[in-house]
T-cell receptor, first 113, second 116 residues
């Protein structure tokens, strides 16, 4: 069975903390994605990676960075968490071909207080 | 500019009726793929159906079909014989180009409520 696993389902962090969200896939997918989901705004792409050590900015990269040192793992980093980063974060992975669907993790609900 | 537009924030449909969820897209690339996902209240994202820009026929998967009108740049999802379990958020998404360097971009979604 295909699996994308996010390290935490719920997370509460303080303003100014450095936060790591981890995502691991077991399907040997080339592409990995980080989205944030907010009511009324849909899924907005933060960053994506198409290969190890390769990354591309999405629509809302400000305040975030990413790391992909191994093919199966894609980390999202909030350098200094702020309350406006309270959101649901979704990780996804896919093969590189245009016609292949993305598989999603269960999501991490992050609250910054 | 928005690449994917879903103009219906919410929709209601009677059980056993058909419903169409709208999606329009914006791209200048002749090669692209369109996807629909379902997100029930549990939060998981479930892939429903795919349509490629060069596909001659509209995609179908069980009760789901995609009404693909290339000239109008629309890719509407049609759900036939609605069931209570179809109540969920539905997202349209697009990936452009044959290159592996292109992301999957989503619309804002439509919340569908099926009424008994």
């Amino acid at each position: 069975d295909v699996k994308v696993t996010q390290s935490s389902r719920y997370l509460v962090k303080r303003t100014g903390e450095k936060v790591f969200l981890e995502c691991v896939q077991d399907m040997d997918h080339e592409n990995m994605f980080w989205y944030r989901q907010d009511p009324g705004l849909g899924l907005r792409l933060i960053y994506f990676s198409y290969d190890v050590k390769m990354k591309e900015k999405g629509d809302i990269p400000e305040g975030y960075s990413v790391s992909r040192e191994k093919k199966e793992r894609f980390s999202l980093i909030l350098e200094s968490a702020s309350t406006n980063q309270t959101s649901m974060y979704l990780c996804a992975s896919s093969y590189g071909a245009m016609n292949t669907e993305a598989f999603f993790g269960q999501g991490t609900r992050l609250t910054v207080v | 500019a928005q690449k994917i537009t879903q103009t219906q924030p919410g929709m209601f449909v009677q059980e056993k009726e058909a419903v169409t969820l709208d999606c329009t897209y914006d791209t200048s690339d002749p090669s692209y793929g369109l996807f629909w996902y379902k997100q029930p209240s549990s939060g998981e994202m479930i892939f429903l159906i795919y349509q490629g820009s060069y596909d001659q026929q509209n995609a179908t998967e069980g009760r789901y079909s995609l009404n693909f009108q290339k000239a109008r740049k629309s890719a509407n999802l049609v759900i036939s014989a609605s069931q209570l379990g179809d109540s969920a958020m539905y997202f349209c998404a697009m990936r452009e180009g044959p290159s592996r360097n292109t992301p999957l971009v989503f619309g804002k979604g439509t919340r569908l409520s099926v009424i008994a």
